[in-house]
């Protein structure tokens, strides 16, 4: 069984910065994708972005789009979030997935991590 293991949260000030990394203790498919999803308290979880890890194709959502970048490193089945220009709104549990392909949609990751949990502060 796959594990996913998520560190780097923690707190930070409005417009700081932040970097998760998510760590796959085995590669998960042949070819996959490694994508983070954030949900606050009382609301749905959301997507954030996603990397294909062989291409290095990306998918952001647009509330994160050039505030956050995503990234991977093959060798180690590591993928890290990097958030600049933090806001409050970002507050959330910050949960690294796995999917066989480059998707935006929650349903289609197999193995999910426990979650960190970043909290932005005025």
């Known amino acids: 069984q796959v594990q996913l293991v998520e560190s780097g949260g923690g707190l930070a000030q409005v417009g700081g910065s932040l970097r998760l990394s998510c760590a796959a203790s085995e590669r998960p498919f042949s070819n996959y994708a490694m994508g983070w999803f954030r949900q606050a308290p009382g609301k749905e979880r959301e997507f954030v972005a996603s990397?294909?890890?062989?291409?290095?194709?990306?998918l952001y959502a647009d509330s994160v789009k050039g505030r956050f970048t995503i990234s991977r490193d093959n060798a180690k089945n590591t993928v890290y979030l990097q958030m600049s220009s933090l806001k409050p709104d970002d507050t959330a549990g910050y949960y690294c997935?796995?999917?066989?392909?480059?998707?935006?949609?929650?349903?289609?990751?197999?193995?999910w991590g426990l979650g960190t949990q970043v909290t932005v502060s005025s």
């Open positions: 990397i294909m890890f062989d291409t290095g194709h990306t």
């Open positions: 997935a796995a999917a066989r392909g480059l998707t935006l949609v929650d349903a289609f990751y197999d193995y």
